[in-house]
């Protein structure tokens, strides 16, 4: 009797034992510090679901952000869609779009498809590229060719599919390139009445819209201000409009402004700084507002200007030092340092030669998404938070995430996403984010 006893408890402590070393190797298992731990699938979505509440569609949705450095929220935002996929879209991933395509059953003819090839600045060397424009639809202005055919952004069909196809990229913010009423690029036509469209098929899909402000002919701080008020007194009451939560609990519009650098920091502080001449801090117009960073004395002039963070945008790794991998780290150290947001942008490759025959020095193949991989992992690596993607549909520079389609002509054989399928860098994007939110919700533990 007293052998089994013993028995009994020498089992009884070998199976203590044994619990202790089990608990104790899982407590030492370390999340991945980077994209080689992919998506973590539909069952970390469920459990994701049993953990938020749905999101009605007319609820007011924030990115629950800091603005002013410190800790990163764990409240991540996630909605859920109103249709029968089973998945979710996160509002800390912006992506850049664009409204500036036009076709001849839209609009009576081809905007921007049939963009100009861009002569280089130096005489000598434009006169050793191709010059005139592009003649679509068998020749357009991009190296890829979207599934869609050469489309106009005006047609009710490509929005609805454009929505679609942003939200099975899981990405909840859409930043649209926006050019004040009546004005547009060099290239294009006003588009600025467009926008309204956008918003309703956006909400369709419960995306946010966020403002991309362009720079246009006479863009000033004045004009700045008026531009702000415009877009809050127009759409800020849209279902749709983006708000982002800040450190102190205000709830404030998002605005990308592009090519910030053009201004200078003087007159950004009239409008940014509280004790500017004509500020809208305080106002019913403030904002977050994020200034382009092209080159390193920039971060200094963003500063001083009174924005509110700043962002990278280019999706050619090099070419500039914001858009520099390597230079990352040390714009998150000056922005965590000086109370600022820093907000990579990452892209699945670069070649803008259809519309810059001398840039191929800038062009950056996509090695069948590895290039994306590659930049997701580097903006991951500096705990960002919000990333953005350049970009949905600039075509121009072959830096869109859009659907593309193989495509042969006479005088043309453009690139592709083979031996993938057209949405291939939907979802690589949608793994990429979901384990963005995961890598997330570790950074508090």
Request: aromatic share 14%; proline share 6%.
């Amino acid at each position: 009797m007293t052998r089994l006893r013993r028995k009994a408890l020498v089992s009884l402590f070998l199976f203590t034992l044994f619990i202790f070393g089990a608990m104790m190797g899982l407590r030492s298992l370390k999340p991945s510090d980077g994209f080689s731990d992919l998506a973590p699938g539909m069952g970390f979505i469920r459990e994701r679901e049993r953990d938020r509440r749905r999101l009605d569609a007319e609820d007011v949705v924030v990115s629950p952000g800091q603005v002013h450095g410190g800790s990163i929220s764990s409240d991540t935002k996630v909605v859920f869609t109103k249709s029968d996929r089973d998945y979710s879209i996160f509002y800390d991933v912006h992506i850049f779009y664009y409204l500036w395509y036009g076709d001849p059953a839209t609009d009576n003819k081809y905007i921007h498809w049939d963009h100009v090839l861009v002569p280089h600045w130096d005489p000598k060397i434009a006169a050793s590229h191709a010059q005139g424009r592009h003649t679509p639809p068998e020749d357009i202005a991009s190296s890829f060719y979207p599934e869609l055919g050469p489309y106009s952004s005006r047609d009710p069909k490509v929005l609805e599919s454009h929505m679609a196809q942003i939200e099975e990229a899981a990405a909840g913010v859409l930043v649209l390139s926006w050019y004040p009423p009546g004005v547009a690029d060099d290239h294009g036509e006003p588009s600025e009445d467009l926008v309204p469209a956008v918003m309703d098929a956006a909400h369709r899909h419960s995306i946010k819209v966020a403002f991309h402000i362009q720079p246009y002919k006479g863009r000033t701080d004045q004009s700045m201000h008026d531009n702000i008020k415009y877009i809050v007194d127009k759409y800020g009451k849209h279902g749709a409009f983006y708000r982002f939560r800040s450190s102190t609990g205000r709830v404030l519009p998002l605005f990308y402004v592009y090519d910030s650098y053009l201004m200078p920091a003087e007159s950004w502080a009239d409008l940014l700084s509280p004790k500017g001449s004509h500020s809208i801090r305080g106002t019913p117009y403030d904002g977050v507002f994020l200034a382009l960073i092209v080159e390193e004395r920039h971060k200094h002039d963003i500063l001083a200007s009174g924005f509110d963070g700043i962002y990278t945008y280019f999706a050619s790794n090099g070419f500039s030092f914001g858009s520099s991998h390597q230079n990352w780290k040390a714009i998150k150290n000056f922005c965590d340092g000086n109370n600022l947001l820093f907000i990579p942008s990452v892209g699945p490759g670069y070649v803008d030669t259809a519309v810059r025959p001398w840039n191929n020095h800038n062009t950056r193949n996509r090695v069948n998404g590895r290039y994306y991989d590659t930049s997701l992992q580097a903006a991951l690596s500096v705990r960002p938070e919000i990333v953005t993607i350049t970009s949905f549909n600039q075509w121009h520079e072959g830096t869109q995430i859009e659907k593309a389609v193989p495509k042969k002509t006479v005088t043309r054989l453009y690139l592709d996403y083979q031996p993938n399928q057209p949405d291939h860098y939907l979802v690589l994007t949608r793994q990429w984010a979901e384990n963005y939110i995961k890598e997330k919700d570790t950074w508090l533990m």
